[in-house]
């Protein structure tokens, strides 16, 4: 999140996405990728550095129900484990 901001001050003082880049290594490791993109946000006019929602699926799936089947599993058969 530090690192969008940075950016985007570098992006509203005119600062070019090498010159942003060059700076930020220089305090923070920044890849030159990650600034040419907030750099294409910033002139599509997303003006907003929080990421925006996705329609991943959830980056867990430990669910009740999930534990439950895998102890049922495991107490139907040793051997998995």
Known sequence: MEQRV????????????????????????VSKK??????KRFRDGKEDVKDEPRSARPPTSTTTDNIE?????????????
């Open 6 to 29: 940075s950016i985007k001050f570098c992006f509203k003082l005119g600062k070019t996405e090498t010159e942003t880049h060059e700076m930020l290594v220089k305090v923070d490791a």
């Open 34 to 39: 990650c600034v040419f993109e907030w750099f």
């Open 69 to 81: 089947r895998v102890r049922r599993m495991l107490a139907d058969d040793r051997r998995l484990l």
